[in-house]
């Protein structure tokens, strides 16, 4: 996989970035490890990177975003099925414990971040997909942060009874990312919904006339 993603970014074209996008997004969909998928979701942020910083088409940077997040999503449900070390004095617990459980340490990751691409991986695929269509279509900044606040408000929704809404007041600065980041995430989610909302009031008025 270390070749999937080009060295330089002043010699990367689209074709190079949407080929690499295309290998990644396969490889994702096989993922049979956590430490793959961090692999696999540290090559599409580089094609990320590079796509902007070689100024290509805001499109490409955009897919390369949403790669990065499928990519999240697939080892958040891998982490929530692999049992983990729980962690405790470090004389006491080693990297692995006596049955050989692994540490989130030893995966490269913080609590917070598997915290959030469980949550990511929570979200059902279908939801997801109408949710990522909606940004495309509106135009809007995709990013983990976004979709990270929308799984969190639909399971409050559906998990206890909440308008998704409300679950916004919740929002606090998360990994360092800082509140603008933060607030802007929760415009997204807000702005979706509404938008949703009005495009299903369209719909129904459409069908009664």
Do not use: C
């Not at 080892?75 to 692999?82: D, I, K, P, S, V």
């Not at 971040?113 to 990522?132: C, G, H, K, V």
Request: proline residues 4%.
């Amino acid at each position: 996989m270390s070749d999937l993603a080009p060295a330089t970014p002043s010699d990367i074209t689209p074709s190079d970035i949407l080929d690499r996008l295309a290998l990644v997004s396969q490889s994702i969909e096989q993922i049979e490890s956590v430490a793959q998928g961090v692999k696999l979701r540290e090559m599409a942020e580089v094609l990320r990177y590079m796509a902007q910083k070689a100024g290509l088409a805001r499109e490409i940077a955009l897919q390369a975003t949403k790669v990065r997040i499928d990519a999240e999503r697939r080892t958040g449900g891998l982490l929530a099925a692999t049992p983990l070390h729980k962690g405790g004095r470090p004389a006491a617990n080693p990297s692995h414990d006596a049955r050989g459980l692994p540490t989130l340490d030893d995966m490269g990751l913080s609590t917070s971040t598997s915290s959030r691409w469980q949550t990511m991986a929570a979200l059902p695929d279908a939801e997801y997909r109408q949710f990522i269509s909606d940004i495309f279509e509106r135009d809007y900044e995709l990013s983990s942060a976004a979709v990270f606040r929308y799984a969190q408000n639909w399971l409050h929704k559906h998990e206890n009874g909440q308008k998704p809404e409300r679950a916004l007041a919740t929002w606090f600065n998360e990994a360092g990312r800082g509140l603008a980041v933060a607030v802007k995430a929760m415009r997204t989610v807000r702005d979706i919904y509404q938008w949703r909302s009005k495009k299903i009031r369209i719909h129904i008025t459409e069908i009664e006339e």
